[in-house]
């Protein structure tokens, strides 16, 4: 549901809304339309009755505004009368949690009827420039770098996309592991990698700017620029990246150590590789919101989800190593299940055999 505590703000919605009008006074509008601009932009969650979402849009509205001491007198009406008549509270009858979240809006409602502290002053962001923290970067895009695994071994590394601003990078991984580190090669010397990566992934740049992965030469675009990613045929880009996805640098190291002692499963489809088992299916669902709460969903369960870039409706989901039998079968009823619940359509599914 997009909720992880009684909070105000432990909702998704309420986080967007805080978010959109921060964003709106950031980018120099006045009070008034910045309030604007966050009720049109949320106008379909405040009539739709299917998430009944509405309630949240005002508390949330109501009390950042009182944070920044900008608090609108329609806003705050609106706010208290969801408290008074329990719009939101009915939500939570039979929770565990029903106490703490009466509590939250009581201290809403005292909050809202007290006065305002001082107005704040809202700075835009500091801009940096992209291409400055490019430059200060140890690795370029096309650096080739070696990777310690946890086995003793060390394997190859490619950076394909860099994102200064997100501190990201799209690389690809080669095989096979070799027993001693390599060598960091001459500027003039041509590097020499296997026609085609072992494995594509999004990881954090921290072992790069702090060279526990060391730079070993560069390659020019040309050398990896038709290598696709699994499964679309396109060179993957920070917006639409489909593929493994680590949160800390270590992991890589982990997950080679194990993938490069083996030999993967070669699986035709655009001339990619897939593990033996891995399956792709395609939703789409009736709109943004309902895209967004599969989204999650999905990555609960343990899936690797992909929103569509140009239809944020519509998602992507490939499970890579899931290998027992019936998998298809599976996969397909259980989202098949999930797409009843938000009223959406399981498009299709491919299995890599």
């Given at each position: 549901?997009?909720?992880?505590?009684?909070?105000?703000?432990?909702?998704?919605?309420?986080?967007?809304?805080?978010?959109?009008?921060?964003?709106?006074?950031?980018?120099?509008?006045?009070?008034?339309?910045?309030?604007?601009?966050?009720?049109?932009?949320?106008?379909?969650?405040?009539?739709?009755?299917?998430?009944?979402?509405?309630?949240?849009?005002?508390?949330?509205?109501?009390?950042?505004?009182?944070?920044?001491?900008?608090?609108d007198d329609h806003v705050k009406a609106e706010?208290?009368?969801?408290?008074?008549?329990?719009?939101?509270?009915?939500?939570?009858?039979?929770?565990?949690?029903?106490?703490?979240?009466?509590?939250?809006?009581?201290?809403?409602?005292?909050?809202?009827?007290?006065?305002?502290?001082?107005?704040?002053?809202?700075?835009?962001?500091?801009?940096?420039?992209?291409?400055?923290?490019?430059?200060?970067?140890?690795?370029?895009?096309?650096?080739?770098?070696?990777?310690?695994?946890?086995?003793?071994?060390?394997?190859?590394?490619?950076?394909?996309?860099?994102?200064?601003?997100?501190?990201l990078i799209i690389a690809y991984f080669f095989?096979?592991?070799?027993?001693?580190?390599?060598?960091?090669?001459?500027?003039?010397?041509?590097?020499?990698?296997?026609?085609?990566?072992?494995?594509?992934?999004?990881?954090?740049?921290?072992?790069?700017?702090?060279?526990?992965?060391?730079?070993?030469?560069?390659?020019?675009?040309?050398?990896?620029?038709?290598?696709?990613?699994?499964?679309?045929?396109?060179?993957?880009?920070?917006?639409?990246?489909?593929?493994?996805?680590?949160?800390?640098?270590?992991?890589?190291?982990?997950?080679?150590?194990?993938?490069?002692?083996?030999?993967?499963?070669?699986?035709?489809?655009?001339?990619?590789?897939?593990?033996?088992?891995?399956?792709?299916?395609?939703?789409?669902?009736?709109?943004?919101?309902?895209?967004?709460?599969?989204?999650?969903?999905?990555?609960?369960?343990?899936?690797?989800?992909?929103?569509?870039?140009?239809?944020?409706?519509?998602?992507?989901?490939?499970?890579?190593?899931?290998?027992?039998?019936?998998?298809?079968?599976?996969?397909?009823?259980?989202?098949?299940?999930?797409?009843?619940?938000?009223?959406?359509?399981?498009?299709?599914?491919?299995?890599?055999?």
């Amino acid at each position: 549901m997009g909720t992880w505590g009684p909070g105000i703000f432990s909702d998704d919605t309420a986080c967007d809304v805080r978010g959109a009008y921060r964003m709106a006074l950031e980018d120099g509008l006045d009070d008034q339309a910045a309030q604007q601009q966050v009720l049109h932009q949320f106008a379909e969650v405040l009539h739709d009755d299917t998430w009944n979402d509405g309630p949240l849009v005002w508390l949330a509205l109501a009390k950042t505004q009182w944070q920044f001491g900008r608090l609108d007198d329609h806003v705050k009406a609106e706010a208290l009368a969801v408290i008074d008549q329990g719009c939101d509270l009915v939500f939570w009858e039979g929770s565990d949690l029903y106490g703490y979240r009466r509590a939250a809006l009581r201290r809403l409602r005292q909050k809202l009827t007290t006065a305002q502290p001082p107005r704040k002053q809202i700075r835009p962001p500091r801009r940096v420039d992209p291409e400055v923290v490019r430059r200060r970067l140890p690795y370029q895009e096309g650096s080739v770098f070696q990777l310690p695994l946890r086995d003793g071994r060390s394997a190859r590394g490619l950076v394909s996309r860099l994102d200064p601003g997100s501190g990201l990078i799209i690389a690809y991984f080669f095989g096979p592991a070799a027993e001693q580190p390599w060598m960091r090669q001459p500027a003039h010397t041509a590097l020499q990698l296997p026609p085609r990566p072992e494995h594509i992934a999004c990881c954090p740049d921290d072992s790069l700017r702090r060279r526990r992965w060391p730079v070993l030469g560069q390659l020019q675009p040309a050398a990896w620029a038709s290598w696709p990613p699994p499964p679309y045929d396109q060179p993957p880009n920070m917006s639409s990246f489909v593929g493994t996805s680590y949160a800390t640098p270590r992991l890589p190291e982990e997950a080679m150590s194990r993938w490069l002692s083996t030999t993967p499963t070669r699986f035709r489809r655009s001339g990619e590789r897939y593990w033996r088992g891995a399956v792709e299916h395609a939703l789409t669902l009736p709109d943004v919101k309902a895209a967004h709460k599969v989204y999650r969903s999905l990555f609960r369960r343990g899936h690797s989800p992909q929103l569509d870039s140009d239809d944020p409706r519509r998602l992507s989901v490939l499970d890579k190593e899931r290998t027992a039998p019936g998998l298809l079968e599976q996969r397909a009823e259980e989202l098949a299940r999930l797409m009843r619940r938000y009223r959406g359509t399981h498009d299709w599914s491919e299995v890599a055999l």
